[in-house]
């Protein structure tokens, strides 16, 4: 079994970054060949979402209806004033599970992974949990 930190520089408030090439590079490095890969983020404020990875206007596009959705300033109680990053951060969700076959990730053809910023730029943790089996 592996455990490991990918650490995310983001650059905008609102990002979606493709972290798909650090999380293979995480299961090559884990040597495991057959198993699931486990992703996690300790924030309140960031997520995890595989989807569409080859067309950079579909991330655009869920970014852009999540601030309709969720807008930065609305009927909020909490006082640190970054409550639509929470709710998108509980929208989208904190975990991540992708099956392991033959040493690769079996992810779709234009699916890729992404950390998921709601409120940067900041320096955010991805965890890489393999387990072999
Ligand atoms: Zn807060």
Known sequence: ??????EV???RRNEFVD???????A???????????CLYVPHTTA??????????TVSRDILAHLSRVVPERGDYHHLEG????????ALVGPTGIIPIQAGQLVLGTWQGIFLCEFDGPRTRRLYVKVIAG
Not at 1 to 6: G, R, V
């Open 1 to 6: 079994m592996s455990f490991q930190t990918i």
């Open 9 to 11: 520089r983001t650059s």
């Open 19 to 25: 972290v798909t090439g650090k999380v293979r590079a």
């Open 27 to 37: 299961v090559t490095e884990s040597g495991v060949t057959e198993g699931l890969c």
């Open 47 to 56: 997520a995890v979402c595989i989807n569409e990875a080859a067309d950079p």
């Open 82 to 89: 970054n409550s639509d990053a929470h709710i998108k951060s």
